[in-house]
């Protein structure tokens, strides 16, 4: 989809905040009602807009612990990377997951309460999954960075 920059400006308003109303992002975007509406409407089409989010503190839900973890597997067949990830998505602490290039083949950010709760996660689900042969993983002590939204220009 090629963009202009009054699709850019919607963008860059929606990530800040997804509850603006389409009078607000009018007047932002310096667009009328009607033609903000239907832009929107093309970008979530598009895929450009993939879905409308709350973004909810970690602290305050009890899981303030972030921990990065490189995973090997002993083979990289198509078959083990498809079976690998299937298995990943369906833990639920599993907030991130990256196919790698380098010495180990995902990287994958786990939430958990405190370091009780990740040796759980990591003795009966992580070191479980089929496939694996080395599971590295890292405490962030705190987060530096953190941004929700992409620098569309």
Do not use: W
């Amino acid at each position: 989809m090629a963009m202009d920059s009054h699709d850019l400006i919607l963008l860059r308003e929606l990530q800040r905040n997804g509850r603006a109303t389409n009078v607000e992002l009018a007047d932002k975007a310096h667009l009328s009602e009607s033609s903000c509406q239907r832009r929107v409407r093309q970008l979530e089409a598009a895929g450009a807009i993939e879905r409308y989010a709350a973004v909810v503190s970690q602290q305050a839900v009890g899981l303030p612990l972030n921990i990065f973890v490189t995973i090997t597997l002993e083979s990289q067949s198509e078959a083990a990377l498809k079976a690998f990830e299937r298995e990943i998505a369906s833990i639920p602490e599993v907030m991130e997951c990256y196919l790698m290039t380098g010495s180990a083949d995902y990287l994958v950010r786990v939430v958990a309460r405190d370091v009780d709760d990740l040796e759980r996660i990591h003795s009966t689900r992580l070191t479980r999954l089929v496939g694996v042969s080395r599971v590295t993983s890292s405490i962030s002590m705190r987060q530096v960075v953190r941004r929700a939204e992409l620098p569309v220009r």
